[in-house]
């Protein structure tokens, strides 16, 4: 069974940092790339950043120079580092596990983040 659950969510001021950690289990994680993505009320999901098996990285505009991805291929695990947090940053967000040479794909639960004061 294929699970993927997100940690670290909370409320934070404007300004502060947040680590989110993504656990995998059931799949082959080193095989495939990991991305974020996230969900406020009223919009539609987008893409955070990803990293793929190799390590190779990209953020979304909104979020370059504060957010950082990374996976520990050991531990089947992603992060993400969260920095210099803004309102608009409040959202719901996902993990998601996509095969690099198939068609698997997986999202996890969800995790909310706050920022606010």
């Known amino acids: 069974q294929v699970q993927l659950v997100e940690s670290g969510g909370g409320l934070v001021q404007p300004g502060g940092s947040l680590r989110l950690s993504c656990a995998a289990s059931?799949?082959?994680?080193?095989?495939?790339?990991m991305r974020w993505y996230r969900q406020a009320p009223g919009k539609q999901r987008e893409l955070v950043a990803l990293i793929r098996s190799g390590g190779f990285t990209n953020y979304g505009n909104s979020v370059k120079g504060r957010f950082t991805i990374s996976r520990d291929n050991a531990n089947n695990t992603v992060y993400l580092q969260m920095n210099s947090l803004k309102p608009e940053d409040t959202a719901v967000y996902y993990c998601n596990a996509a095969q690099n040479y198939g068609t698997a794909n997986y999202w996890g639960q969800g995790t909310q983040v706050t920022v606010s004061t």
């Open positions: 059931g799949i082959g994680f080193g095989i495939y790339t």
